[in-house]
């Protein structure tokens, strides 16, 4: 009975759907879903990634019958991170290792990721640190607190070994920390402290692999036929889409196999190959329209957890984004990060629509704030 109580509770808002931010997702869905059917024969990416994206879809709406309040209670949270945290420790012994990484659960064909799950969670654990200390974020120590809170998945899943999630973990934190009001002086700390530990990763953790790939970063053209390969494909079929692309279907790089891992990693390339630079345009389009729109509900929160909520949640789309597409273009090191909302991958893309449906179930409560009172309380200046 209690547990009815307590469900009734949690659940307690009727489904709604922010037209403005939904739209631009579903293409967005759509697209991936376009350049990933092959059209012809066995469609196994397609019907499992249309699958995913029903369950995700009926988590949105769910999540946006969440009271998020239990959002704010510290028990909740620390019992969330407590058992993410054991999930990411159960996969050194249990997990399923696909392209030299140990991350994922499966279960028969289908397999979920909980560093994905782990990054929304921390931004929701960050939300509400900064919120309750928004007023003395000028001291260092919250800093260094809210760094431990993204340093224990950040190690979780570098061990496992996955840099791209890791990377994106420390996106979060500090582009949170950005828009919580730090000093300058404080953000130069952090980046020689960050040039400290990469200097230590680099000599005790990175693997060989890993370091071949930011060394084929430094320089793209020296192995072309090894690790750098992928790259080299991806910046091919980038190239060869030109003005208006080769076509739906018609993707020589992709479609020949020519690109590795096209429906995940480099499912941009694969899009731009096909659709080109007005295709490109379009998705790079819709992505600010979603940015705009999950900024513009976060500025009219309730409160400053609302607030920093929503920024998070931009920081975590806006992180995915660029480092897929610098990795595809040769400007950042292959890491195997996705295009949110596009990617092949169930454990995204559930994460990404609950993220959406918690945003709009915070919007409910959204207040009518004034310019300059927003300009002071959220930005700390």
């Known amino acids: 009975m209690q547990i009815i109580t307590l469900v009734r509770e949690v659940f307690s808002r009727k489904a709604s759907i922010d037209w403005m931010l939904f739209l631009p997702v579903l293409v967005i869905v759509a697209f991936g879903l376009i350049t990933m059917n092959a059209f012809v ?87 509400k640190y900064f919120s309750r200390r928004h007023v003395e974020i000028a001291h260092f120590r919250h800093i260094i607190v809210s760094g431990i809170y993204a340093f224990i998945p950040f190690a979780l899943v570098l061990l496992q070994p996955d840099f791209g999630s890791a990377m994106i973990i420390f996106l979060i934190w500090f582009g949170m920390i950005l828009v919580s009001g730090v000093s300058r002086r404080h953000l130069a700390l952090v980046f020689l402290s960050g040039a400290i530990v990469f200097g230590g990763l680099w000599m005790e953790v990175f693997k060989p692999y890993q370091k071949a790939r930011i060394m084929t970063f430094v320089h793209p053209m020296s192995d072309i036929r090894g690790t750098g390969y992928n790259a080299y494909q991806s ?62 509900i976060a500025l009219v929160g309730s409160t400053n957890f609302e607030m920093l909520y929503g920024a998070g949640v931009a920081v975590f789309i806006i992180a995915h984004f660029v480092v897929n597409i610098g990795m595809t273009i040769g400007l950042l090191p292959v890491t195997g990060v996705t295009v949110p909302f596009m990617s092949f991958g169930g454990s995204h893309l559930l994460v990404e629509f609950i993220a959406l449906g918690l945003l709009v179930s915070m919007k409910k409560d959204a207040r009518a704030a004034h310019r300059s009172a927003l300009s002071h309380e959220f930005l700390g200046v």
């Open 41 to 127: 024969g066995e469609n196994l990416f397609f019907e499992k990634q249309l699958i995913s994206f029903m369950v995700a879809l009926g988590a949105f709406f769910l999540a946006t019958r969440i009271d998020t309040d239990i959002l704010k209670r510290t028990n909740v949270l620390v019992a969330l991170f407590a058992a993410m945290s054991l999930l990411l420790i159960i996969l050194f012994g249990l997990g399923h290792t696909a392209k030299g990484a140990q991350s994922w659960f499966k279960v028969g064909l289908f397999a979920f990721q909980p560093a994905d799950a782990m990054k929304l969670l921390l931004i929701i654990i960050l939300a």
């Open 235 to 296: 910046t091919i079929a980038v190239g060869s889409g030109q003005i208006m692309g080769k076509g739906v279907g018609y993707g020589t790089q992709s479609r020949l196999r020519f690109l590795p891992e096209f429906q995940t990693d480099f499912i941009f390339s694969a899009f731009a190959e096909e659709w080109g630079f007005v295709g490109v345009l379009i998705l790079f389009g819709l992505f600010i329209l979603i940015i705009g729109r999950i900024l513009t």
